[in-house]
Nanobody, 113 residues
């Protein structure tokens, strides 16, 4: 099970930190991803982190503003989002991937003045 938290309403230029708590899986074995989706569009990969945390990757739209990290001791993955823009408004989903894929229920992020 994956449970996201930390979404909300923030003004442009602001910051949010999303968290995803994992249970029922061997968390340290899974690559973890953050996706986002807006109505009418496909789900977009925002950031990824390997199981040990050594390698991260970002969508071009997230580079320089977002940081993905994980705490394998606590079964948590984070997405620190800075310099938020209105176009970052979306539902953000946590994803765990190994041989199978698991999804959280999503958390809404709204960037608006």
């Amino acid at each position: 099970q994956l449970v996201e938290s930390g979404g909300g309403l923030v003004q442009p230029g602001g910051s949010l930190r999303l968290s995803c708590a994992a249970s029922g899986i061997t968390f340290s074995s899974y690559m973890m991803n953050w996706y986002r989706q807006v109505p009418g569009k496909e789900r977009e990969l925002v950031a990824s982190i390997t199981n040990g945390g050594a390698i991260t990757n970002y969508a071009d739209s997230a580079k320089g503003r977002f940081t993905i990290s994980r705490d394998n001791a606590k079964n948590l993955v984070y997405l620190q989002m800075n310099s938020l823009k209105p176009e970052d408004t979306a539902v953000y989903y946590c994803n765990a991937r190994l041989w199978e894929s698991y999804w959280g229920q999503g958390t809404q992020v709204t960037v608006s003045s």
